[in-house]
Nanobody, 121 residues
Framework: QVQLVESGGGLVQAGASLRLSCAGS????????MGWFRQAPGKEREFVAG????????HVTDTVKGRFTISRDNAKNMAYLQMNSLKSEDTAVYYC??????????????WGQGTQVTVSS
C-alpha cells in the first residue's frame, strides 16, 4: 500500500514558478514509477510527466516541455514537479500517482488527493 499526499499548489501570476511535492508512505515507495496528472474544470485528466522507479528516466508531455521537470528522492519518499514559466492554461488540480510512468491513468494504482494550481494572467 502506498499513500500519496500532494502539496505546494497555490495562486501565482503568469511567468512564476511553483514546485509541487508528493509525499509517499510505505517502504515500497521506491519500487513504483510515478506520474503527475492535471485536471482543469470541464476537462479530462491529462498526463503531465512521468518518472521511473530510480529517477533515471523521465518524460513530460509536449505542452509543458522545457518548463516542467519531474524528479524524485526515494530516500525521502518524495516526488516533485518543478513548474517554471507558468501560463494561465496550466491552471488545474494536479495529482501525483504511483504505479506507472506512462500517460494512461488506468495503469496507476495509487493517487493523491490533488493540489490546486491557479495561474492568473
Amino acid at each position: 500500500q502506498v499513500q500519496l499526499v500532494e502539496s505546494g499548489g497555490g495562486l501565482v501570476q503568469a511567468g512564476a514558478s511553483l514546485r509541487l511535492s508528493c509525499a509517499g508512505s510505505g517502504r515500497t515507495f521506491y519500487r513504483y514509477a510515478m506520474g503527475w496528472f492535471r485536471q482543469a474544470p470541464g476537462k479530462e485528466r491529462e498526463f503531465v510527466a512521468g518518472i521511473n522507479w530510480s529517477g533515471g528516466t523521465t518524460h513530460v508531455t509536449d505542452t509543458v516541455k522545457g518548463r516542467f521537470t519531474i524528479s524524485r528522492d526515494n530516500a525521502k519518499n518524495m516526488a516533485y514537479l518543478q513548474m517554471n514559466s507558468l501560463k494561465s492554461e496550466d491552471t488545474a488540480v494536479y495529482y501525483c500517482a504511483a504505479g506507472s510512468s506512462r500517460s494512461n491513468p488506468d495503469e496507476y494504482e495509487y493517487w493523491g488527493q490533488g493540489t490546486q494550481v491557479t495561474v492568473s494572467s
